[in-house]
Nanobody
Framework: QVQLVESGGGLVQAGGSLRLSCAASGRTSSVLAMGWFRQAPGKEREFVAAINWSGGSTDYANAVKGRFTISRDNAKNTVYLQMNSLKPEDTAVYYC?????????????????WGQGTQVTVSS
């Protein structure tokens, strides 16, 4: 089994920045692709960003391209999401995800492991 624990969420003003972290533990040798999803109140869960094991392949939702950056440190079994120029519409619970495959998945069904989520609130 793999456990994912997110941290770094909080309250920030519009235009500000936050960095989310997600630490994996357990059978981390089985973790390849990692990523982030988010879910705002009353909305469906949506893809935010993904990264493969080497870090050489990344992708982002159109809504966050140019503002968010995903990265990972495999020595620490940790994935990061640097969020800049935050907008009120970025307010959501952010979930860290991981999978045993190395492909970049864009649906929640692409990932077998999920964290509990961390709240990000952007005030206007």
């Amino acid at each position: 089994q793999v456990q994912l624990v997110e941290s770094g969420g909080g309250l920030v003003q519009a235009g500000g920045s936050l960095r989310l972290s997600c630490a994996a533990s357990g059978r981390t040798s089985s973790v390849l692709a990692m990523g982030w999803f988010r879910q705002a109140p009353g909305k469906e869960r949506e893809f935010v960003a993904a990264i493969n094991w080497s870090g050489g392949s990344t992708d982002y939702a159109n809504a966050v391209k140019g503002r968010f950056t995903i990265s990972r440190d495999n020595a620490k079994n940790t994935v990061y999401l640097q969020m800049n120029s935050l907008k009120p519409e970025d307010t959501a619970v952010y979930y860290c995800v991981a999978d045993r495959s190395d492909g970049l998945g864009y649906t929640q069904y692409s990932y077998g492991y999920w964290g509990q989520g961390t709240q990000v609130t952007v005030s206007s």
